[in-house]
């Protein structure tokens, strides 16, 4: 990271308003999700839903790698939700060497991939095509080789980036794989879930905008209340779990503290014993219909 950093100021690359790329990063993501509703995202989304109709699909793969593929954990949820058609997710690698059985000429697969070259894309997409499947590049990079390999791409406006965790093009991803879903709602006359997230999914860069401008007055203290952790668990269930694998993944990376991630109900039965008063727990407690037990086992941490 520091290395990127360096060369980065050699480029005469300059910090827009704080002194971290990955704070930078964070602040740029209202911006590039309000970017997401433009008119080039939302012709990749007609053509991609026009394909899905005419290829007949009904059966959805979604791929990727480390951040990318905690993406796919939250896009699962909503997919089956807006089109009542079965989702697969898989880490790359593992998509090719313990295929699934279900892979067609009906399928469509999704390679997430910020940076479009995540190492052994290029073979697995190609299994994907020998099987017939529908394969498309959810990526920031128009010009990378996973563009240049798959049938259609689904271009994210993120751009490049410095920073090594994934942050923003983490967030970009799934809001762009949401706006696809309810389009795909939406051609499939689904008009109950269209109704029900559309106005959301519009609202949504204002309320992150607020929410980042709010939090970031009290984010100093709560560095306070952790900074003697010398490890963290990361919790979530359902969607969710995307959002503590990234977070855990997040603290290693940028703070390079050992952390881990685990589903809520795993992390009761067993993991909970470990924990030190020097462990840091976060609980990713989002209204839902499993928030008081998160919010429950939470207290409990607390109390250990």
């Known amino acids: 990271m520091k290395e990127d950093a360096d060369n980065a100021l050699k480029r005469g690359e300059q910090r827009i308003k704080h002194p971290y790329w990955v704070w930078e990063s964070i602040q740029m993501i209202p911006d590039v999700l309000a970017k997401c ?136 991803a799934i809001f762009r794989m949401f706006i696809l879903a309810i389009a795909l709602a939406n051609r499939l006359g689904n008009k109950k879930i269209v109704k029900k997230y559309q106005s959301a999914i519009e609202e949504y860069p204002k309320k992150v905008k607020y929410f980042m401008s709010a939090y970031e007055k009290i984010a100093a203290s709560n560095v306070e209340n952790i900074k003697d952790c010398t490890s963290f668990i990361s919790i979530g269930c359902g969607p969710n779990l995307s959002t503590a694998d990234e977070g855990a993944l997040a603290f290693s990376q940028c703070a390079c503290v050992p952390a881990q991630s685990f589903e809520l109900e795993n992390f009761i039965h067993g993991p909970m014993q470990t924990l030190t008063k020097r462990m840091g727990v976060i609980a990713i407690a989002n209204s839902g219909p499993l928030q008081n037990r998160m919010l429950k086992t939470a207290k409990a941490a607390k109390m250990i």
């Open 37 to 172: 509703l433009d008119k080039e995202v939302q012709f990749q989304t007609a053509h991609i839903a026009e394909q899905f109709n005419k290829r007949g699909i009904n059966k959805i793969f979604l791929v990727g790698t480390g951040s990318s593929y905690f993406a796919t954990i939250a896009e699962k949820y909503l997919f089956e939700e807006a089109t009542s058609i079965p989702v697969f997710r898989f880490v790359t690698n593992i998509f090719k060497n313990y295929p699934s059985n279900f892979l067609d000429s009906h399928s469509i697969v999704f390679f997430h991939s910020h940076s479009g070259k995540t190492e052994g894309d290029h073979e697995v997409v190609e299994f994907a095509k020998s099987k017939g499947a529908y394969t498309i590049g959810v990526t920031d990079i128009p010009g990378s080789d996973l563009a240049k390999i798959v049938d259609d791409v689904f271009i994210g406006p993120g751009g490049p980036k410095i920073e090594l965790p994934a942050t923003r093009t983490y967030a970009t």
